[in-house]
Structure formats: C-alpha cells, structure tokens
C-alpha cells in the first residue's frame, strides 16, 4: 500500500511541476484558411454575377415571358450588375444588344473576381488552389 501511496504522490507532484498549456494553435495555417475562405466566396460570387447575367442573355434571346418572377428577378439582377456595359453598344436588333452587352458584362465579372482571387492569395499569402 505503501508504494500505491508513493506512486500517487508522484503523479500529482510530476502534474504541478508541468502546468497544462493550453492547445498550440498554427496561425500561419488559420490565416492560410481564412484567405482561402475569402479568395473562394470571391471567386464564386464572380461566377454568380456571371451566371445572372447569361440567364438574362438566354430569357431575353429565348423570348421567356418578361411577368414571370424568375426572369423578372434575373432582369432586375442582371440590369444592376451591367453596371457601364448596359448601354455601351446599341445594335437595332435587341437581341443582339443584350447579347453583346451582358455578355461582356458578365466577362468582366469573370476577368475582375478572378484578378481579385489572385491580389488577395497575393497580398495575405494565401496558398493557391
């Protein structure tokens, strides 16, 4: 009983003389994550934008029903996001305008996030996927 005795006296005294840290936390990799976080959520509202603006493309050219929600909601979106490129060349055919102009309305969607991917992997060093 003795020796149980010894044993537990030092386990508790090996336990002081070691204070308990708390868990080591590599903040290269959370920032690493945190970049990779933010450089993603970029790149897919790059790809939302986009993808608004050729549904616009697609309603307009394939005569969709202007009253109905969805292409309605799609319009609303897609004249915001054209921003400049809206109006930048004016075809008689009406078609062919929303064509050319959402359609390079959504590349410079594409051409922007992607850069902006790069300038924040770049600036924050992030790795790059």
């Excluded at 005294?13 to 933010?38: C, F, L, M, N, Y």
């Excluded at 493309?57 to 809206?86: E, H, Q, Y």
């Amino acid at each position: 009983m003795a020796e149980h005795a010894e044993k537990s006296e030092k386990n508790l005294t090996d336990e002081d003389s070691h204070p308990k840290r708390g868990v080591d936390v590599d903040w290269r990799r959370v920032k690493d994550q945190v970049v990779a976080i933010v450089a993603g959520i970029v790149r897919w509202a790059g790809l939302l934008f986009a993808l608004i603006l050729v549904l616009h493309v697609i309603f307009t050219i394939g005569s969709a029903n202007p009253d109905n929600g969805i292409v309605s909601w799609v319009r609303g979106w897609a004249d915001s996001l054209a921003m400049g490129f809206k109006d930048l060349f004016e075809p008689s055919d009406q078609n062919l305008r929303v064509l050319v102009n959402y359609g390079i309305a959504a590349l410079f969607w594409l051409i922007v996030s992607s850069i902006a991917v790069k300038i924040i992997r770049r600036v924050f060093g992030g790795s790059s996927a």
